[in-house]
Nanobody, 113 residues
């Protein structure tokens, strides 16, 4: 089974940027659709962005134009570039094999001055 490990979170000021990484184990990564979700304190987990095996991407309205999802199939990594960060982007960000119950452990992103 695929295992996922996220990294790259941290504390950043409003307007700043971060790049999250999700490293996947297994040899089937290139055929998988991948997604990022986030969960803010006392809120439900929400979908942020997806990328399919062909590289096509989709985004939630709240992040479109600020966040970019991408993948490197040679390295088995999916990225989430976070730009123009806002305090409301503060959350734990999770990587997911789309349409499955395979999740990473999450990485904390805090946007604060």
């Amino acid at each position: 089974q695929v295992q996922l490990v996220e990294s790259g979170g941290g504390l950043v000021q409003p307007g700043g940027s971060l790049r999250l990484s999700c490293a996947a184990s297994g040899s089937t990564f290139s055929s998988l659709s991948m997604a990022w979700y986030r969960q803010a304190p006392e809120k439900r987990r929400e979908w942020v962005a997806s990328i399919n095996s062909s590289g096509s991407t989709t985004y939630a309205g709240s992040v479109r134009g600020r966040f970019t999802i991408s993948r490197d199939n040679a390295k088995n990594i999916v990225y989430l570039q976070l730009n123009s960060l806002k305090p409301e982007d503060t959350a734990v960000y999770y990587c997911n094999v789309q349409f499955t119950n395979v999740w990473g452990q999450g990485t904390q992103v805090t946007v604060s001055s």
